[in-house]
């Protein structure tokens, strides 16, 4: 679904990624990785049971809280405005610990790979391009700061507005990408 990455190779105290996937056969669930230098997630189950089902044909909001503050980050899940699953800890494959600011440029994909994953067999090829993601999208918003229950259960099926040199409208809204329009 995204692929956010710094360049930086992944044995290295400056690598960072942010990845959001969904795996052929485990449709009830996506997989998130979230690294910084050897510290983070690697790909975590959200929700940790599964029981999600992605491929009902039906439009879905999802959104994804990063909690990094602290020694033991945390993952917060929704659906549709409606939080599903909070205080996912950092399971099995990431070295448990804070994690720090990620710097470099950085460069995202979204629906298919920006890099090969670290760990996979193909890691020094490049694999830019490939997991190409079958489905649709609607929008996609990138926040710089955490958002909380209120903010997300009330405009996940509205469309909000971005700052101007007058209005400081939302400013911490990084990215926002309207695909149907």
Not at 25 to 48: H, L, W
Request: glycine share 12%; net charge negative.
């Amino acid at each position: 679904v995204l692929d956010v990455w710094n360049g930086m190779s992944s044995g290295s105290s400056d690598y960072g990624r942010v990845r959001v996937q969904i795996n052929s056969g485990s449709e009830d669930r996506f997989y998130v990785t979230m690294m910084s230098g050897t510290k983070g997630f690697y790909e975590q189950s959200i929700p940790t049971t599964g029981n999600l089902s992605l491929i009902d044909a039906a439009w879905h909001q999802y959104a994804f809280v990063f909690n990094t503050s602290g020694s033991a980050p945390t993952i917060d899940f929704y659906r549709d405005g409606v939080c599903i699953e909070t205080q996912i800890p950092q399971g099995a494959g990431a070295d448990a610990g804070e994690i720090s600011v990620v710097t470099g440029s950085l460069i995202a994909n979204m629906g298919a790979l920006r890099a090969s994953p670290s760990g996979n067999a193909y890691h020094e090829v490049s694999m830019e391009g490939y997991g190409k993601l079958s489905a649709s999208l609607d929008e996609f918003r990138f926040w710089k700061e955490s958002r909380n229950s209120e903010d997300i259960g009330r405009f996940w099926f509205t469309h909000i507005n971005g700052g101007t040199d007058k209005y400081d409208e939302n400013k911490s809204l990084g990215g926002y990408f309207k695909f149907n329009e």
